[in-house]
């Protein structure tokens, strides 16, 4: 293992140390499988950041440094640098094998515009474009508007914030677990608009996004509602992606959240698979949180017709074990 620590006082502190790691690998110094392990001092990194090195990566905060204190930051969106793998402020690569994020903070300052309404506002915070490594991210805080975070392949959210406007959660993901964590949507800067915290494009016939205990919050809209999940209204029994896969497990809903869920669209965009136990839109255990406080059980009556109620049995067999949940993921 290669041990660096950083200085957000230095211009580039992080990118210059995935530099000399690669430069490291180039020589010799150290071999392709080497344990890579960075320490974040406090402060905020101004830079934008690509791992895509086969080394596998440990990147956290300091001891005794809260995620709040420890900041990478930086402006990035569609407009600026087209296609997902390029506009996030921390993009993780292909070549990656497995990278853990822990204690701090990735944030993209992107405010959308109404000029750039259908083109340019795509602004994530993280970049997961990998579909054989694992990334596990735990205590940390993900922030953007739009689309702050994209994941393919196998990834684990642990006691993490993320919040966003529309759509913040996606991508093509096998299997992207969030555990115990704040999924906030926040008010949309450009007015009163629908909203939605995530668009699953899960692969066919995998678990896609599934979220356990977590606590889904939303600030108020005046009238335009906010779901849980839309559609992406591309997915068939022969696509090999775009299903729309996202799983409830025991998650307490805050009542800002549209009693309906799940959104087709006004039925313009279908949905797909219908919901079961393994896929589609599917939820068990959901709380409802009321604005006094107060959780009560949810009533699921008005749900989307094509969304899924589990029973106690498919939730024993299926979701009740992580390491069910995270069987197929790379091991270690």
Not at 193 to 214: E, T
Not at 279 to 288: C, D, I, L, S
Request: with cysteine; glycine share 6%; proline share 2%.
């Amino acid at each position: 293992m290669i041990e660096l620590t950083v200085n957000s006082k230095v211009p580039a502190a992080i990118s210059n140390a995935f530099k000399k790691i690669s430069e490291m690998v180039k020589t010799g110094a150290i071999e392709k499988n080497t344990l890579v392990h960075i320490v974040l001092g406090a402060g905020v990194y101004n830079e934008l950041l690509n791992y895509n090195l086969s080394n596998p990566l440990i990147i956290e905060a300091a001891s005794g440094v809260s995620r709040e204190n420890c900041v990478v930051r930086a402006e990035n969106c569609e407009s600026f640098h087209r296609d997902t793998e390029n506009r996030a402020v921390f993009v993780i690569g292909p070549s990656a094998t497995f990278v853990t994020l822990r204690g701090f903070s990735i944030h993209n300052t992107h405010i959308k515009t109404l000029e750039n309404e259908k083109s340019g506002d795509q602004a994530e915070a993280l970049c997961f474009h990998n579909q054989r490594g694992r990334l596990d991210a735990e205590n940390m805080a993900f922030k953007s508007h739009q689309d702050t975070i994209h994941v393919k392949g196998f990834s684990h959210f642990k006691s993490c914030l993320i919040e966003g406007d529309v759509d913040f959660i996606w991508g093509y993901c096998d299997t992207s677990f969030f555990e115990d964590c704040i999924i906030n949507t926040i008010q949309d800067n450009r007015g009163d608009m629908q909203a939605s915290v995530l668009q699953s494009r899960a692969v066919a016939k995998r678990p896609g996004f599934i979220f356990k205990d977590c606590e889904f919050l939303a600030e108020k809209r005046a009238t335009a509602k906010i779901y849980i999940a839309r559609a992406n209204g591309k997915g068939s029994e022969q696509s090999a992606d775009r299903w729309d896969s996202v799983a409830l497990i025991n998650c307490t809903v805050g009542e800002n959240y549209t009693s309906e869920f799940f959104s087709d669209e006004g039925g313009t965009r279908a949905i797909f698979p219908k919901g079961s136990a393994l896929f589609g839109f599917r939820e068990y255990g959901t709380k409802t949180r009321k604005s006094d406080g107060s959780v009560l059980k949810a009533d699921t009556t008005e749900r989307n017709a094509l969304s899924y109620v589990m029973s106690e049995e498919e939730y024993e067999a299926n979701y009740k074990s992580n390491d069910f949940i995270l069987r197929d993921f790379p091991k270690r």
